[in-house]
């Protein structure tokens, strides 16, 4: 529990959410600024800030949940697709230091889209580089 945190004073029942999915390890809630209706956050109990602070138990519990709500967004909303999107860190759009995952309804015709701007590596070195170092850093 952090008190500066919105998502663990949700937790503590200080700020109201509708919440669609809890178990002891984990909450499930509507977004108040959806994406599209029905966007879901799923966020662990224990207070971390990102995806490098939780345990792999942890992480289960919340993927589990995860899957849970996309199933559910399907069956009770029709979604005809779902995305899920987590980030970890300021620079990567994260607002608050609580992790959690957006489970998103998606429909052909909801009218988002992603600003995927795909890139490409210099050189099949460079690429190659890149693939080392993360290789290299993962056997550490
Ligand atoms: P982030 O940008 O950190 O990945 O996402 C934070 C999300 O939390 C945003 O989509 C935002 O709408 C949602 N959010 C922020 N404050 C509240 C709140 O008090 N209640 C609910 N239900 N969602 C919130
Ligand atoms: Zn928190």
């Known amino acids: 529990m952090s008190n500066d945190c919105i998502f663990c004073n949700i937790l ?12 002891d390890d984990i ?6 600024g959806p994406i599209v209706k029905g966007h879901t956050l799923v ?5 971390v800030e990102t995806i490098h602070e939780i345990s792999t138990e942890q992480l289960n519990a919340v993927m589990i949940g995860v899957q849970q709500v996309a199933a ?3 069956k009770a909303l029709g979604a005809e697709g779902v ?13 608050v230091p ?5 489970v998103i309804p998606r429909y052909a015709d909801d009218g988002h889209h ?21 290789i290299a850093s993962m056997g550490a």
């Open 114 to 134: 992603w600003n995927w701007n795909a890139k490409s590596y210099d050189s099949p070195e460079e690429m190659g580089s890149v693939k080392e170092r993360i």
């Open 43 to 47: 966020i662990p109990k224990q207070h």
């Open 83 to 95: 995305n899920i999107t987590q980030a970890n860190g300021a620079v990567a759009g994260q607002v």
């Open 27 to 32: 909450l499930a809630f509507l977004d108040i």
């Open 98 to 102: 609580h992790l959690h995952f957006h």
């Open 12 to 23: 503590a029942g200080g700020i109201p959410a509708a919440t669609i999915l809890e178990n």
């Open 72 to 74: 559910a967004l399907v």
